[in-house]
C-alpha cells in the first residue's frame, strides 16, 4: 500500500481503534503492582499514542502529498527523465522602468568562502518597490566570471528563484543551495555563468497573495514583473531582453513562476515550474483576490486559470521546463497542460519516476533544471 493511498490510513486507524478498546477492556488486569503490569500499561498507552501520531501524519502527507511512496520516504533512487517538447519558441524586448535595490543591515552570507573570481559571491540584498510600497530581502549569486578581467563588459543572463508558500529564502539556500548547484555546473561546463536571484514572493505573510495584484491589496504581479527587474538592472550587469530572463520555483513558487512567464513574456522569456499547479484560486488563506462579484471578477478569475489563458489568448513566446514526479499529485494537470501547449510557446517536461511535494524531490529537479534552464537562456555579451 502506498503512503497516500486510503488502505493505508483506514489499515491504521483500524488497528489504533483496536488497540485502544483493546486497552479499555484490558486495564482492570493490568492495575496490579510491580514492573510487569506497570511496563504493560505504559506500552499499551504508547502504542495507542503511536496508532493517533501515525494516523496524523498519514493525514497530512496525504494532503500535501509530500511523500506518495515508500521509496520517496526512505530516500530511494529517483531518476530524472526528459520528456519530447510540446509547442515552439519565440523572444521580444521589454521595456524597462525605475526602481532600486539596497544593501540591508547586516553582513553579506559567507556561504562561499574563497576569492571572488574563482568561487563568484552571495549577497544579501533588498529589494525595493517604489510604485508598490514593497520590498523584500533576496540573495544574489554573481558567477566567478562576473569578477574576471575577460567577462568586465559583459552582460550576464539572471535566473530569479521564487518560494513556496510559506516558504523563505533561507530555506531555499539550505534545502536546495542553488548557488553552490550553479557553482559546480558552471565549474563543469554544463551551465553558462549566471547570476541567480533567491527571493520570496510571500510579501504579505501569513496572507498567501498568489502572486496577483490583489484588487484593494498587495501589487504583487507589478512587483516582481517591473520593479524586481529594474532594481536588480539598476546594480548588476544583466542582459536587457526576456530571452536573458528566466524566473524559476518550486511548489507555489512554481505556480507564480510559470504565471509570470505566461502574464509577462516580455519581461520573462524561460520559466521553470517545479511541482507548481496550473491556476491562481481564492480561499481562506489568501482573502478576496479579484474583487467583488461581478463581470471584473469573473474575467480575473479566468485570466488567472492556465488553461484558460492556452485557449482563449495568444500563447505566450516562452520557454518552460515543467517538473513532477511520475505518482505526484500534479502529474495528470502537467499532461493535460501539456496537451493544450502551442507555438510559439514550447513546454519541455521533467520527470521522476518517484517523488512527492517535497523538497527531496526538488532537490533532485534543482540542478537539471539549472542546466536547462541555462541552455535556454542567451548568451551573455
Known sequence: MELTSAALLWTVLA?????????????????????????????????GQLGLVLVAALLVNSYGDFYPTWDDLLGGDQRVTFGEAAGGSDAHDRPTG????????GRDPAFLPGPADRVGRLSAVRLLGP?????????????????????????????????????????????????????????DGRMQPT?????????????DTNCVDAV???????????????????????????????????????TCALAFGMRHPTVFGVVGDLGGDYGIYENHQTGTLFGPDGPDRDRRLSEADFDWRLTHLPAPPIKVLLATAVRDRDYHATQRFLSEVHPPMQATPLLLRSGGHNFGTWA??????????????????
Open 216 to 254: 484593494g491589496g498587495p501589487q504583487v504581479d507589478t512587483y516582481f514583473s517591473v520593479e524586481v527587474p529594474t532594481a536588480l538592472h539598476s546594480a548588476y550587469r544583466l542582459l536587457p531582453s526576456p530571452g536573458g530572463w528566466a524566473v524559476e520555483g518550486y511548489s507555489e513558487g512554481g
Open 364 to 381: 533532485v529537479e534543482q540542478g537539471p533544471t539549472l542546466e536547462w534552464l541555462s541552455a535556454q537562456l542567451s548568451h551573455g555579451q
Open 195 to 207: 547570476v541567480l536571484v533567491l527571493v520570496s514572493q510571500n510579501v504579505a505573510l501569513p496572507r
Open 15 to 47: 488497528l489504533t481503534v483496536l488497540v485502544t478498546v483493546a486497552t479499555v477492556w484490558c486495564w482492570p488486569r493490568l492495575a496490579g503492582r510491580g514492573w510487569a503490569p506497570a511496563l504493560a500499561r505504559l506500552g499499551a498507552l504508547l502504542l
Open 98 to 105: 525605475g526602481s532600486r535595490l539596497v544593501p540591508p543591515d
Open 131 to 187: 510604485r508598490t510600497g514593497l520590498h523584500q530581502q533576496a540573495y544574489v549569486y554573481l558567477p566567478p566570471q562576473y569578477f574576471q578581467p575577460a567577462y568586465a563588459r559583459t552582460r550576464f543572463p539572471v535566473v530569479l528563484m521564487m518560494t513556496g508558500f510559506p516558504g523563505t529564502i533561507q530555506s531555499t539556500l539550505d534545502r536546495l543551495a542553488p548557488p553552490r548547484q550553479a557553482a559546480r555546473l558552471i565549474a
